[in-house]
Nanobody, 120 residues
Framework: QVQLVESGGGLVQPGGSLRLSCAAS????????MGWYRQSPEKERELVAV???????NYADSVKGRFTISRDNAKKTVYLQMNSLKPEDTAVYYC??????????????WGQGTQVTVSS
């Protein structure tokens, strides 16, 4: 079974930084796009950042210049470096990955979510 395991969330002061990690494991023939979404009680789930298998990133306007998404294909891991954090960034962050378990199948998988709280 394919699993995405997230880590790195926590409590940070405004202006601080956190680095989220998400590692994929299991039956993986091909690991395609990976990304981060976030969801709070006040908002629907939204895309934060996505990165292709070749390393090309895209970001939501709200995080451009502050967040950096990256990946290590050898480790099957995607990262989200979050700098200059704002209270508005408070949410549960979910990792997402498009994975080919075999060369004829493809599905999106989700991590369990990790809480990021930005507060003084």
């Amino acid at each position: 079974q394919v699993q995405l395991v997230e880590s790195g969330g926590g409590l940070v002061q405004p202006g601080g930084s956190l680095r989220l990690s998400c590692a994929a494991s299991g039956s993986i023939y091909r690991l395609s796009d990976m990304g981060w979404y976030r969801q709070s009680p006040e908002k629907e789930r939204e895309l934060v950042a996505v990165i292709t298998s070749s390393g090309m990133p895209n970001y939501a306007d709200s995080v451009k210049g502050r967040f950096t998404i990256s990946r290590d294909n050898a480790k099957k891991t995607v990262y989200l470096q979050m700098n200059s954090l704002k209270p508005e960034d408070t949410a549960v962050y979910y990792c997402n990955a498009r994975i080919w378990p075999t060369w004829t199948q493809v599905s999106d998988y989700w991590g369990q979510g990790t809480q990021v709280t930005v507060s003084s």
